[in-house]
């Protein structure tokens, strides 16, 4: 099963910028969707942006189109996704996973997941 590790989360002031990657244990890893996940204090876990298998299709949750944008590097089994303008709303435990198929939105569509890395945005 694809083993993946998040890393680059930390604390940041409300507008600045992190970047977050996401390392996977196999080559197979071009050969999947991947995406992103976040889950603050006391809510569910939910969408972020998801990425197919050449990097040429992207889709965003509304709360992040225009700030935040995820790419991959197949030669390096990393998936990344770039935070800009960063609100104290983003603050959240971010995960990658990785898609049992298609672009999708929904939890159900993934089925291998990280340990997750920590966001804080300080107002």
């Known amino acids: 099963q694809l083993q993946l590790v998040e890393s680059g989360g930390g604390l940041v002031q409300a507008g600045g910028s992190l970047r977050l990657s996401c390392a996977a244990s196999?080559?197979?890893?071009?050969?999947?969707?991947m995406g992103w996940f976040r889950q603050a204090p006391g809510k569910e876990r939910e969408f972020v942006a998801a990425?197919?298998?050449?990097?040429?299709?992207?889709k965003y949750a509304d709360s992040v189109k225009g700030r935040f944008t995820i790419s991959r590097d197949n030669a390096k089994n990393t998936v990344y996704l770039q935070m800009n303008s960063l609100k104290p709303e983003d603050t959240a435990v971010y995960y990658c996973?990785?898609?049992?198929?298609?672009?999708?939105?929904?939890?159900?569509?993934?089925?291998?997941w990280g340990q997750g890395t920590q966001v804080t945005v300080s107002s």
């Open positions: 990425i197919s298998r050449n990097g040429g299709t992207t």
């Open positions: 196999e080559r197979t890893f071009a050969y999947y969707v």
């Open positions: 996973a990785k898609s049992t198929g298609i672009i999708a939105t929904m939890e159900r569509n993934f089925d291998s």
